[in-house]
């Protein structure tokens, strides 16, 4: 199980957009389901992303940026 998040800054109207993904979620077609945080507040997306650290959840490269 490969648990695993990034995050994008200015999508959209978004200021902070964290996408985390369980490691068991998936499409129909079998590729991965990313669930998604919008943050206006770098502090409260850093808190969170401590949540998810202390939960077994590694930061990955974003491919997009």
Known sequence: MNKNYY???NVGRAKYLLNFHDGVQTHK??????DLRIFS???KMEKFIK???SNGYQERQNSYE
């Open 7 to 9: 995050w994008q800054q």
């Open 29 to 34: 077609d079998g590729s991965e389901f990313y």
């Open 41 to 43: 507040n770098k502090k």
């Open 51 to 53: 949540e998810l650290s």
